[in-house]
């Protein structure tokens, strides 16, 4: 099977959505599937993306053009010229987030992380909710196999977009090999919470600051994430460290060296970084959100998103729990594999093509 997919969302600052296509791209090799990555993309753009690809043996075809992000919706606008002219014959085309090109054959496919833009648009930027508004009605309407994260997702689906059961299907993510409990670990002077997230409303960082502040001192919040948009939480407090956008490596040491790691998302489509911090060997306290509970399993600390206690209770718990819960983190992680993605959408490849 010959696989076209859309790495573009690799040509930026890599962040949940990316480390899911990573995963995916590498669990499609391990099958043994035919991949081309293909992309408009900037200068930058295909540096960005040459990085990320460097340890997958895939074929890669990137065009650097001048104001990519206006190539990429011209191109999905118009619906011409089709793919097949750039990139030869194919069996599935997987488009992504940021542009949805024609093909003349084939499957049609696309991953939905999460349909945040249409349920909370105000947890969202507004060209956002425009790029994705515009994305899901397309997919809904084209692609014969929609591709969630997660169960809760793929019902969301369903529900939201009215897409037939048949057309839906679940790949699961995996973390990048890099999250391992062996290794270096980060060393802040003292013990340190950690939390991971681009400081936007949705990702709720002002329970876990209110949740520091209750615990008194007993432990550094270190922050780990890019700058996102809107109205952003102040982190000029005591022990709280920012740290901003860090690369996989060094957010591994940063796991490992956590005492707990902390995650009051109000809502995902999976939670990836909750599977990061639990293969990293670190006991987590996660928000009670349902949209959770596929990455959280029965290895987390669950607490109100909306109550600072509840969240300053869970840490507490997580370090009288911490042997148990590092084992039951280990156990649960270890069953997100890459090679388990590649083989739910290899099926959800094939399924749709037997239905064309």
């Known amino acids: 099977m ?16 990316g480390n899911y296509m990573l995963a995916a791209l590498r669990g499609l090799r391990e099958n043994g599937a035919d991949v081309i990555a293909f992309a408009p993309v900037s200068a930058e753009g295909q540096r960005n993306v040459e990085r990320a690809l460097s340890d997958i043996d895939i074929e890669c075809r990137l065009r650097v053009l001048p104001l990519a992000h206006a190539w990429r919706t011209a191109w999905s606008r118009l619906g011409w010229p089709a793919a097949e002219r750039w990139l030869g014959p194919f069996d599935v085309l997987h488009f992504s987030d940021w542009m949805f090109p024609p093909q003349s054959r084939g499957v049609r496919a696309t991953t939905i992380h999460d349909l945040v833009p249409l349920r909370f648009p105000e947890w969202t930027h507004g060209r956002t909710v425009k790029m994705h508004g515009a994305k899901y009605r397309h997919a809904a309407e084209t692609a014969q196999v929609l591709v969630c994260n997660s169960d809760f997702t793929a019902r969301e689906v369903r529900e939201l977009l009215h897409v ?35 400081l936007e409303p949705r990702k709720n960082l002002e329970t876990v600051l209110d949740a520091h502040e209750a615990l008194r001192g007993e432990l550094a919040l270190a922050v780990v994430g890019a700058e ?8 000029d407090r005591p022990d709280v460290v920012r740290l901003g956008y860090v690369d996989d490596a060094e957010l591994a040491r940063l796991y490992r060296g956590a005492s707990v790691f902390v995650y009051p998302s109000r809502f995902e489509g999976f939670g990836i970084p909750v599977l990061e911090a639990m293969t990293s060997g670190v006991p987590v306290v996660a928000s009670s959100h349902e949209s959770l509970d596929e990455a959280c399993g029965n290895a987390a600390v669950r607490a109100d998103p909306d109550s600072a206690r509840a969240f300053a209770d869970g840490v507490r718990e997580a370090f009288a729990r911490r042997d148990e819960l590092v084992e039951r983190g280990l156990a649960h992680a270890s069953r997100f594999t890459s090679r388990a993605m590649g083989e739910a959408l290899l099926t959800a490849y094939a399924g749709a093509a037997a239905r064309l």
């Open 164 to 198: 037939p059961p048949e057309r839906v299907a679940v790949a699961r993510p995996a973390p990048a090999s890099v999250f391992t409990s062996d290794g270096g670990r980060g060393d802040l002077g003292k013990p340190y919470a950690l939390t991971v997230a681009t």
């Open 228 to 235: 996102g948009w809107g109205e952003r939480p102040k982190l």
């Open 2 to 17: 010959r696989i076209a997919f859309d790495v573009s969302p690799l040509s930026h600052q890599r962040a949940g959505i």
